[in-house]
């Protein structure tokens, strides 16, 4: 028997749940046409069978996107603290579980598939001197599906299935940012889009530099990774400030956890980071009450 369509969430639901509106449904403003629409949470940033694997799961071919569901179940606890809570303690494992999810996050997401979709030869024979593939697809696929397995740092060293390449991008994200909290102050929520994350970029060194990583978690809250250097190099950009860039603190070291304060950020930034949401969108944003 064939499997049935099923919506693959990019995003997942749980935390598009955070930008509902009053009635329950979501407000997405569409770039292509400039109309707004109001819908459920399953019907957006989403696409049918995205994960499906017939290649290298033929007995399930939706194992990809079962694995990715547990994985979300496992971090959907932190982001509701993120969420609720001022003054979040993470113990390692929490740290681990969270950092894999949001390179997932960047991963996994159908632009990305995109991308390697339209790899030209010479792209595909790079990736192969490291991983065998059938496709542009598969490699993709194959390489998500690896990420999903990954419970600890050791996991992503020894995992031969991670292709060199991907792991080198997974390890620079691990190694090279920290995490920030934000709160909004005023009126103004927060977007989120199909790109998911945001990457802002400034130059550093005469070259485009991915700064921070914007993730909204809900129409308060943003998540940002932020580079090591940031407060360094920057001094007067209009994002990067002290409220965004500062690293989680030591809490016990018998337990091995860290401590993040959640920041608030004035209105003319939330803004200013809405403007790189929007810009940065591919199809459209999501929209609150206040700002439809």
């Known amino acids: 028997m064939k499997n049935k369509p099923v919506k693959h969430h990019y995003i997942p639901q749980f935390i598009l749940r955070n930008f509902l509106n009053d009635n329950g449904k979501l407000y997405f403003y569409s770039k292509s ?6 819908d459920y949470t399953s019907n957006i940033f989403m696409e049918k069978n995205l994960n499906k694997d017939e290649i290298n799961h033929k007995d399930n071919p939706m194992w990809i996107e079962e694995e990715l569901s547990y994985f979300e179940n496992k971090v959907a606890p932190i982001i509701k603290k993120f969420n609720t809570e001022n003054e979040i303690v993470l113990l390692n494992e929490d740290i681990f579980t969270l950092r894999i999810f949001l390179f997932i996050m960047m ?87 199909d790109v998911y994350p945001t990457i802002y970029y400034r130059e550093v060194k005469n070259v485009l530099f991915p700064v921070c990583l914007f993730f909204p978690i809900s129409l308060d809250r943003l998540l940002v990774l932020n580079y090591l250097d940031n407060d360094k190099i920057f001094t007067t950009d209009a994002i990067i400030n002290k409220n965004i860039s500062y690293p989680p603190k030591p809490h016990d070291n018998k337990i091995k956890s860290i401590k993040i304060e959640v920041k608030k950020i004035y209105e003319s930034q939330v803004k200013l980071i809405n403007k790189v949401i929007y810009d940065n969108a591919v199809e459209g944003v999501i929209v609150s009450n206040y700002d439809r």
């Open 33 to 38: 046409d400039g109309n707004t629409i109001e």
């Open 107 to 193: 991963f996994r997401s159908k632009h990305v598939r995109n991308k390697f979709l339209r790899f030209n030869d010479n792209d595909i024979e790079l990736y192969k001197l490291f991983q065998d593939f059938e496709n542009a697809e598969d490699l993709w696929k194959k390489n998500l599906a690896a990420l999903t397995q990954c419970k600890n740092i050791n996991d992503i060293k020894k995992f031969k299935d991670i292709n060199p390449i991907i792991l080198e991008k997974c390890f620079f994200q691990f190694t090279q940012y920290y995490t920030t909290i934000v709160e909004k102050r005023g009126n103004t929520d927060f977007l989120i889009s």
